[in-house]
C-alpha cells in the first residue's frame, strides 16, 4: 500500500503510519495526527471527542439497531467502523472533500465485512443538499472547525439544515475545536441554539472534558441536538452519558449549555 499521499484539494501529505503506543495505525495529515484505528477492535476509540459522539449515539438507540449515519468528514472512518461493529446492517454515507484520502484510507485500512458504507466527493454543504429529502438517524459534522474555519459549514442556517436532514427522533452530532477562551464554542453553542429553537427543539447539549470546560482550555467539545434527546428525564440521560466518560467528563443540558454559551 501506499504509505504517502498528495491531497490535491488541501494540498497537504497523507500517511498512514503505525501507531507508536498500540498496535493500531494513525493518519496523519500535514503532519498532524488527525485518526487512530484498531482495526482488531473498531470499538476502541482513542480521541475523546469521538468517544464521546460513540456514547451518544449507544444511548439514543437500543443496543445493536442499525441507524441510518451521514458523516461530514471521513478521516480514517473511526467512527463509521464503530457504528458497523456495535450496530451491523447500519447504513453509512461519508462526505469527504479530498478525493484521493477515503481510497487511500480504504486500501491501507480495510472496512469490517458486511459495511454499507457510500462515499461522497465534494463540499460537505453541498453535498447534504444534493442529499435533500433523505433522512439520517444521526449526522456527524466533523470537519476542521475553529475561528479561522470555512464560514459556510458553521452558524445558525448551516445547523438548521443539518437539523432537518434528521429522523425525528435524530441526533446531531458537532465537534467544534476552540482555542482557549472557548469563544468559538459560544458562538456556535448560541446559533445551534437558535436553530433548535426555529426547528422545535429543545437546544444544543455539550460534552467534554470537565477540566477543559472549567478552565476555558483549548480543546474539542462536542455539541449534540434533536429529538433523539428530548427525552422525558434529562437528567437520567445526563447521567448515563457522564457514568460513559471517558473521565473526568462534563455533560450539559440545553439551560446548561445556554448558560455556558452566555459567558463565552
Do not use: K
Not at 449507544?58 to 480514517?76: E, K, N, Y
Not at 461522497?120 to 479561522?148: C, K, P, S, W
Not at 472534558?209 to 480543546?219: H, I, M, Y
Request: glycine share 10%; net charge negative.
Amino acid at each position: 500500500m501506499p504509505s504517502t499521499l498528495h491531497l490535491g484539494e488541501s494540498g497537504e501529505q497523507a500517511r498512514i503510519l503505525p501507531d507508536e503506543h498500540d498496535d493500531g495505525w494513525v493518519l496523519e495529515i500535514g503532519g498532524a495526527i488527525q485518526s487512530h484505528v484498531d482495526l482488531a477492535d473498531p470499538t476502541r476509540i482513542r480521541y475523546e471527542y469521538l468517544r464521546r459522539m460513540a456514547t451518544v449515539l449507544d444511548a439514543c438507540r437500543p443496543a445493536g439497531q442499525p441507524i441510518r449515519v451521514l458523516h461530514l468528514g471521513a478521516g480514517a472512518l473511526t467512527l463509521p467502523r464503530y457504528v458497523q461493529a456495535r450496530r451491523p446492517g447500519s447504513a453509512q454515507t461519508v462526505v469527504d472533500l479530498d478525493r484521493e484520502l477515503p481510497s487511500f484510507v480504504l486500501s491501507a485500512l480495510p472496512l469490517p465485512e458486511g459495511t454499507d458504507l457510500t462515499v461522497l466527493i465534494g463540499d460537505a454543504r453541498e453535498e447534504l443538499e444534493n442529499l435533500a429529502g433523505q433522512r439520517f438517524d444521526a449526522v456527524v459534522l466533523d470537519i476542521y472547525t475553529g475561528m479561522d474555519a470555512a464560514r459556510h459549514l458553521t452558524g445558525r442556517d448551516f445547523y438548521a439544515e443539518l437539523l432537518q436532514a434528521l429522523t425525528g427522533d435524530g441526533v446531531l452530532l458537532v465537534n467544534i475545536g476552540d482555542d482557549a477562551g472557548l469563544h468559538f464554542l459560544g458562538q456556535q453553542a448560541r446559533a445551534l441554539e437558535s436553530a433548535c429553537a426555529a426547528a422545535g427543539l429543545s437546544g444544543a447539549w455539550t460534552l467534554a472534558d470537565s477540566t477543559l470546560l472549567e478552565q476555558a482550555q483549548a480543546g474539542n467539545i462536542v455539541l449534540a441536538a434533536g429529538g433523539a434527546l428530548a427525552v422525558p428525564d434529562p437528567e437520567a440521560l445526563r447521567s448515563t452519558l457522564l457514568a460513559a466518560g471517558p473521565h473526568p467528563a462534563a455533560v450539559l443540558d440545553p439551560v446548561q449549555t445556554a448558560a455556558l454559551a452566555a459567558r463565552r
